[in-house]
């Protein structure tokens, strides 16, 4: 890990740390966990937390995400993400917004791939059932190829669509955009949810993950799915 992807991932977690200091940080925090033993023997676990806080006309987002999956003592699948976005309220509906986001994922290809990123967002439906909106904007990336060791920076576009959808008066629908393009390789995520209320404090969530990279390193598939079942707790 070269000294630029140190340091976001270090301003990441760094931001994040007064987080169980702050009373008025909100948010949600999902685990799935699934062991299985008999003619294979298969350990998967997922971790995902992501609050915010909001104050005066900022609002700070901060979120962590942790993957780890092996079949019969062979690891099958390995990541660990962070990111964080400050968002400074222009309007009631538009907000100027500034982010970081690291991730280091041991078989997509890349040792880790990191970004800044600045812009525009808007609010396209802001009510009790329904919130929708977009964000656009340019910044900077760093990548690293696990195969070769070799780096790549160049500048990027960033998009992104959050939408939460109030379905009924226990389920919710939530889908997450997110696109990061450079002339050396594409990004694409996109995380769509159906989550049902079990309690005031807990849901469970169904969870479809697919992520695809335009130019992977060599003999490497582009596109990655996971499927999850996770509990969730609000904070």
């Known amino acids: ?51 915010s806080r909001e104050v005066e006309r900022w609002k700070h987002s901060f979120g962590v995400t942790a993957l780890r999956a092996a079949t019969s003592g062979d690891k099958t699948a390995e990541r660990y993400g962070a990111n964080w976005q400050s968002d400074y309220k222009l309007t009631e509906r538009s907000y100027w917004f500034g982010g970081l986001r690291y991730e280091q994922d041991e078989f997509s290809g890349f040792d880790y791939q990191a970004s800044l990123s600045t812009g525009y967002g808007y609010k396209f439906i802001d009510n009790a059932r329904t919130k929708f909106s977009g964000q656009a904007g340019a910044g900077y990336r760093r ?68 992520r695809h990279n335009t130019d992977p390193p060599v003999n490497l598939k582009k596109t990655d799915t996971l499927t999850t079942v996770n509990l969730v707790y609000a904070f």
Do not use: C
Not at 3 to 20: E, H, N, W
Not at 33 to 41: H, Q, S
Not at 195 to 209: E, G, N, P, T, Y
């Open 143 to 210: 990548s690293k190829l696990k195969p070769t060791g070799a780096t790549e920076s160049n500048a990027i576009f960033r998009g992104d669509l959050k939408l939460e959808h109030t379905l009924t008066d226990t389920t919710k629908l939530l889908d997450a955009f997110v696109v990061e393009s450079g002339s050396d390789n594409t990004f694409v995520s996109n995380v769509l949810a159906l989550q049902v209320k079990i309690s005031d404090k807990f849901a469970l969530s169904v969870a479809l993950d697919v």
């Open 1 to 51: 890990m070269n000294r630029l992807s140190s340091t976001i991932l270090l301003a990441v977690l760094a931001l994040g740390a007064s987080l169980p200091a702050a009373a008025q940080w909100k948010g949600k925090g999902e685990v799935g966990i699934v062991y299985a033993r008999g003619n294979t023997d298969t350990d998967t676990v997922n971790v995902k937390v992501d609050t």
